[in-house]
Every structure is written in C-alpha cells, then in structure tokens.
Nanobody
Framework: QVQLVESGGGLVQVGDSLKLSCAAS????????MGWFRQVPGKERDFVAA????????DYAHSVKGRFTISRDNAKNTVYLQMNSLKPEDTAVYYC???????????????WGQGTQVTVSS
C-alpha cells in the first residue's frame, strides 16, 4: 500500500504557473505508475496526466497538453505537476493517484491522495 499527500495548490491569476507535488510513503514508489486527476463539484473526476514508473512515458489530457508537465523523482518519492498558462477552467481539486499501468481513467488507480485545491481567478 502507498499513502499519497498532495501539496502546492492555491489561488492564482490567469496565465500564472503553479507546481503541485505529491509525496508518497509506504511501498516502493518507483514500482507505481502515477497519475493526476482533477474534479469540480458535481462533475466526474477527469484525467489530467500520467507517468510511467521510470518517467520515460507520459500521457496528457488534450486540454492540458503543452501547458502541463508531469514528472517524478523516485529518489524523493514524489511526483510533480507543473502547470503553466493557467486558465479559469483549470480550477478544480487536483488528486494524485498510484496504479499498476499507464492509464487515463480513474478506475485504473488504486491509491489516492486527499486532493489540493487550485483556483484560477480572472
């Protein structure tokens, strides 16, 4: 089992940047594929980005491709989400998740953090 704790959320302006972190503890972090999802009230949790255990393979939602970058540091047991050129529609609670395959759907991930709020103000 792995425990995940997100941090780095906050209130920013349109066009600003923000970097989220997700610290993992428990079983070997480097054996997990990691994903970022986001959710707004009343809607389903949407895929944002995912990264393989090695960091060599990544996947992004179309809406964030070219603006967001997922990365990981296995030595620090941490996965990151660098978010640039933020838009109001990026406002959501962001969750990191751990699973056993690179996937863009939430059912593929078995461990979840508590989420961190990102609000982009216009």
């Amino acid at each position: 089992q792995v425990q995940l704790v997100e941090s780095g959320g906050g209130l920013v302006q349109v066009g600003d940047s923000l970097k989220l972190s997700c610290a993992a503890s428990g079983r070997t972090f480097s054996s997990y594929f990691m994903g970022w999802f986001r959710q707004v009230p009343g809607k389903e949790r949407d895929f944002v980005a995912a990264i393989s255990w090695s960091g060599h393979t990544t996947d992004y939602a179309h809406s964030v491709k070219g603006r967001f970058t997922i990365s990981r540091d296995n030595a620090k047991n941490t996965v990151y989400l660098q978010m640039n050129s933020l838009k109001p529609e990026d406002t959501a609670v962001y969750y990191c998740a751990a699973g056993y395959r690179l996937a863009n759907y939430s059912a593929s991930y078995f461990y979840w953090g508590q989420g961190t709020q990102v609000t982009v103000s216009s």
